[in-house]
């Protein structure tokens, strides 16, 4: 069989099983078995060699990996690295797959934050967000903090990769965080419980129900961090969190309440509510 024969075929294998973007991921998996291998296996490679065949040994690779993706694992299992804010990222079950929405709070921090400021991380997972923040806002103080061992083995791993210096604390919420912080963001888990069956099997399945459940409204972690963030945030500092589309206006009446002061809803590149920033001016009520 030829590279051109088994991409076509992966790809009808991958259609059938009901994959989303089935085109993709047959190219994807392709690339990563050449590279895995140390072999060229760009798009530029492929179209000058797509008549080749196909050696046996990558021919089998190849097969294996479609038949997994058929299963619905996420592509970022199989290879697993993600790519978010132009970095790439280790990706294993025990942590959310980082998502491109998501990079819409980064960017919402790295305008806030300037050399010399320490930012917090709350809920981190991969680690992607502080990571990013570290690399690419040289000069911060950059610490976060998770619940689950497994994905601050990975948080850990993707610092040192990426050759950042990141204070991880281990606990429920703020339980173990220590300092005053001048950012704090949150990417937490905010899907109503009842709304994760419903999701796509690769989210349903494979990656951490911990990452992905907010309780019976969703809101559970965003009541929690209006009330407990206040205490390690300084003066002036700000919240910057991650929402659902139709959970801005709940969040941002958690927040007022909670006293915090200019608080607002960003959109995404689709218009739709992302993130809530607000900023903790001392003005309880
Ligand atoms: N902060 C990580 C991310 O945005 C993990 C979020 C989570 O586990 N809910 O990808």
């Given at each position: 069989m030829t590279y051109r024969e088994a991409l076509r075929a992966g790809r009808t294998h991958l259609l059938e099983a009901g994959v989303p973007d089935a085109d993709l991921d047959a190219w994807y998996l392709l690339e990563f078995i050449r590279k895995r291998a140390g072999l060229p296996g760009d798009r530029t490679w492929f179209l000058m060699n797509d008549r080749e065949e196909m050696p046996d040994s990558e021919a089998k690779d190849y097969r294996e990996l479609l038949d997994r993706r058929a299963e619905r694992i996420p592509l970022q299992h199989l290879t697993g690295e993600q790519e978010f804010m132009g970095l790439s990222f280790l990706v294993t079950?025990?942590?959310?797959?980082?998502?491109?929405?998501t990079e819409i709070l980064a960017e919402e921090a790295l305008s806030r934050l300037k050399p010399g400021m320490a930012v917090l991380d709350m809920c981190?997972?991969?680690?992607c967000i502080i990571v990013s923040l570290a690399r690419l806002c040289p000069g911060i103080r950059a610490a976060a903090s998770d619940l689950s061992s497994g994905a601050l083995a990975v948080a850990r791993e993707n610092a040192k990769r990426l050759d950042t210096a990141v204070s991880f604390f281990q606990g429920?919420?703020?339980?173990e965080v220590e300092g005053l912080y001048d950012v704090i963001v949150s990417n937490p888990p905010y899907i109503p419980t009842d709304d994760i069956s419903g999701l796509m099997d690769e989210v349903r399945l494979h990656e951490p129900v911990m990452a992905l459940d907010g309780q019976a409204d969703g809101l559970y972690f965003y009541r929690r961090l209006a009330k407990e963030s206040r205490d390690f945030l300084k003066p002036g500092g700000c919240l910057l969190l991650e929402i659902g589309y139709d959970q801005g206006d709940a969040v941002k009446n958690l927040l007022e309440e909670a006293g915090f002061c200019n608080v607002c809803v960003k959109k995404d590149l689709a218009g739709l509510d992302r993130v809530v920033a607000a900023e903790n001016r001392g003005c309880l009520a």
């Open positions: 079950p025990e942590v959310l797959v980082p998502r491109q929405d981190t997972g991969s680690g429920d919420l703020f339980e």
